[in-house]
């Protein structure tokens, strides 16, 4: 099973959140559902699923389980096996990398950052550094506020000029060697902290947030009328919290959700949303 995963026991005690968070989301979510299911019917299930392994790869297998008894007639647990059905790799052409992933030609157009490939190829690359190393790893998503409202107000041409002074004030912050600035999508950018934990992750989304508030860019459609982003921090901390890349980055998406639900213009981190939403007793977010 951990083979299959592409785990190490030393790294990672199984729990079902986080064993459900390594299926692909779609897959998590039927499985979660259908483990529910056959406890309450106290039957059997079979099911296909997607596990993403932390190296990056898809693997696709079958679970089988069946509901076990106690001596009372309550289910107490689901037995059952995991089959790797994935197809064998054939053989084919390998490009290699002699530079690190950083180092590539891919740049956005516009911004001069890192595009988005960039970005999931060093996710990958990090992410599994920082298993092997067993350091944490940070994240921080920011997005434009109102930026259609802007596009639409001032035009494209501002608005392209908009997001490159945004983008360049992102990039002249001060940074450790290895982090990565780069344009995710529209007028969102992500970066990612090698060494980061998540108190480290919020401290450099709210420098983010007061360098932009710092350039003074009027914005006619936000009430206050200046230019502001909401930002978005998470962590990977450990292979108990999660194991997926991917995971890691939608938690930083949850986190940005979560700031521009309440009006934008503010930081939020993922860690943080989870113990204010427990104290309002409205479980995680």
């Known amino acids: 099973m951990f083979r299959i995963h592409g785990l190490w026991r030393e790294h990672y005690t199984p729990r079902i959140e986080s064993a459900l968070a390594a299926f692909h989301p779609v897959d998590g979510k039927r499985?979660?559902?259908?483990?529910?299911?056959?406890?309450?019917?106290?039957?059997?299930?079979?099911?296909a699923a997607r596990p993403r392994r932390p190296d990056g790869e898809t693997r696709h297998v079958v679970l089988r389980g069946a509901a076990a008894f106690g001596p009372g007639g309550a289910v107490e647990a689901l037995n059952g096996v995991m089959v790797d059905v994935t197809e064998p790799r054939r053989p084919g052409p390998r490009l290699l990398y002699h530079a690190p992933l950083r180092d590539l030609p891919l740049e956005d157009d516009l911004t001069g950052l890192a595009d988005r490939h960039q970005f999931d190829l060093s996710l990958g690359y990090e992410f599994k550094r920082a298993v092997r190393s067993r350091k944490p790893l940070g994240m921080v998503l920011v997005d434009i506020d109102h930026f259609p409202a802007f596009n639409a107000h001032y035009g494209e041409l501002e608005g392209d000029a908009c997001l490159r002074r945004v983008a360049q004030a992102v990039q002249a912050l001060p940074r450790r060697t290895g982090d990565l600035v780069a344009r995710y999508e529209g007028a969102r950018i992500a970066v990612l902290l090698p060494l980061a934990d998540a108190a480290g992750a919020q401290r450099v989304a709210a420098q983010i947030f007061e360098a932009i508030r710092a350039l003074g860019l009027p914005?006619?459609?936000?009430?206050?009328?200046?230019?502001?982003?909401?930002?978005?921090?998470?962590?990977?901390?450990?292979?108990d919290d999660l194991y997926n890349p991917q995971e890691l980055l939608r938690r930083a998406e949850r986190a940005l959700a979560a700031a521009t639900a309440a009006g934008g213009c503010r930081v939020e981190g993922f860690h943080a949303l989870e113990f204010m939403a427990a104290l309002a007793g409205k479980g995680a977010c």
Do not use: D, I, K
Request: with cysteine.
């Open 31 to 47: 499985v979660g559902a259908l483990l529910q299911e056959t406890v309450a019917r106290r039957g059997q299930l079979e099911v």
């Open 219 to 239: 914005n006619s459609g936000h009430e206050s009328g200046m230019l502001s982003v909401s930002c978005g921090a998470a962590a990977f901390v450990g292979m």
